[in-house]
């Protein structure tokens, strides 16, 4: 594999991986810009930019995008997050030319029609309706909103009927001339590319954008506590969790490390304990995610109301088990499934440019494959232990539930189960 860097003029980054035994290329162009980025009164228009990017510019109408990657075979589709915004296709080699050309074309030409807006806020509507309908989709979303209230980083992805309803033409053209700025942009490809043609490409179809500085995003402030929603549903949705680490973070693969030990696979202690042994749930797991200042490590796990109260207790019992130390055979096994997904991504080009663009995001340039094995074998149990005790020893974790009213542990009680674990 070789993969190359080039910063363009206007300040966008073009970074390729060429992978020589593959027909086809995907290519994107990843944006610094997420829910995050919005204003309290702005919440959820990144969301919708990117719904609107699809629906003509000053050459394409809607309709036209679509015919046109599909004619030849290939697929686009686009997705917002937290703190990026990506758009992407993948298409055969001879292709690439014309994805790069309809990618350049929304993202610096979009007309954003009143009439398609009209219509794409009806559809957000709905998809925010349908994540309201989805249980395990809107306890994350009062997770966010209970770990850091009243803040971007809390606020929901497809924002707000309210705030959807509310927005304009010219409130999106003022958010795109803010935050699509060339220095926070990168066009990532793996595949069938050659990464000279790309930028000459790149250099000839995005000089359009907006070089203006970088608008930077707040910086989150955790404050955790307890969120409910009640409901009356089968099962019970709950998340315990705690203010976790950035990206950036010397720790940030011992985390990983840490929550696939606790609950990544049939093999963790958390699937063990609460499924196999109790059969409490069916679904439990650990996660960790990243954001660029901060981050949030949690336990997710969905029951009936009569198990609710066991459950929350083994929760408690398991991350202070934790705390105490692991194995070395945990270790081993819990770096061999991180490390199989690192590699695993080299396989898939989609995959590789997403990894390629959030590592120049995050980083400023790609970090070789041997250089992420270095750091993840750099983990060690007496590490994981220290790591532990510090996220969980806390005066202010997060406890949320979306469901029926069960009989279980209360925030003042979690706290006190948790003090015993010593930071």
């Known amino acids: 594999m070789a993969v190359k860097l080039t910063k363009l003029e206007n300040g966008l980054t073009v970074v390729t991986d060429q992978m020589e035994y593959l027909k086809t290329t995907a290519l994107g162009v990843w944006v610094k810009a997420g829910s995050r980025s919005e204003g309290e009164q702005e919440n959820g228009i990144t969301h919708l930019l990117e719904h609107m990017a699809f629906k003509g510019t000053t050459k394409r109408n809607a309709r036209e995008i ?36 309809i990618l350049s074309d929304i993202l610096q030409d979009s007309i954003i029609d009143a ?17 309201q309908d989805t ?6 979303d009062v997770l966010l909103e209970t770990a850091w209230p009243n803040q971007p980083l809390g606020r929901p992805i497809l924002g707000t009927p309210e705030t959807v309803n509310g927005f304009s033409a010219d409130a999106i053209r003022q958010y795109v001339e803010r935050k699509y700025t060339a220095s926070d942009m990168v066009l990532a490809a793996a595949g069938a590319v050659e990464h000279e043609a790309l930028v000459d490409l790149a250099r000839a179809n995005f000089s359009k954008l907006s070089n203006s ?8 402030q955790y404050v955790g506590g307890e969120g409910a929603i009640e409901r009356d549903l089968q099962e019970l949705q709950i998340i315990l969790g705690f203010e976790g680490l950035p990206y950036e973070h010397e720790d940030y693969y011992a985390v990983q490390v840490l929550a696939s030990i606790l609950g990544g696979g049939m093999s963790s202690r958390l699937f063990q304990e609460v499924r196999e042994k109790r059969g409490l749930c069916y679904s439990v797991y650990a996660f960790h995610w990243a954001f660029a200042d901060t981050g949030f490590f949690g336990v997710h796990a969905a029951t009936g109301p009569e198990d609710a109260a066991e459950l929350t207790e083994v929760l408690v019992d398991q991350l202070k088990e934790i705390a105490k130390g692991v194995s070395e055979k945990e270790v081993s096994r819990a770096k061999a499934q991180l490390r199989s997904g690192l590699l695993m991504a080299l396989e898939s080009p989609a995959a590789r440019a ?62 006190e189960r948790l003090a015993g674990i010593k930071a």
């Open 66 to 101: 679509a015919e046109e990657i599909e004619a030849v075979g290939g697929e686009m589709n686009a997705s917002t997050s937290v703190e990026h915004t990506n758009y992407y296709v993948r298409t055969l080699a001879d292709d690439v030319p014309l994805g790069l050309d």
């Open 213 to 220: 500085a970088p608008d930077e995003d707040n910086l989150a």
């Open 115 to 131: 009439d398609e807006l009209a219509r794409e806020k009806h559809v957000i509507l709905q998809e925010i309706g349908a994540a």
């Open 135 to 140: 249980p395990d989709d809107q306890v994350f």
């Open 354 to 415: 997403g990894q390629l663009a959030r590592q120049v995001m995050i980083y400023g340039h790609p970090v070789a494959i041997e250089e992420l094995e270095k750091r993840l074998n750099a983990v060690t149990a007496d590490r994981l232990q220290v790591l532990a005790e510090k996220l969980f020893a806390t005066d202010n974790p997060t406890f949320v539930k979306v469901g029926p009213k069960a009989p279980m542990l209360n925030y003042a009680e979690l706290k």
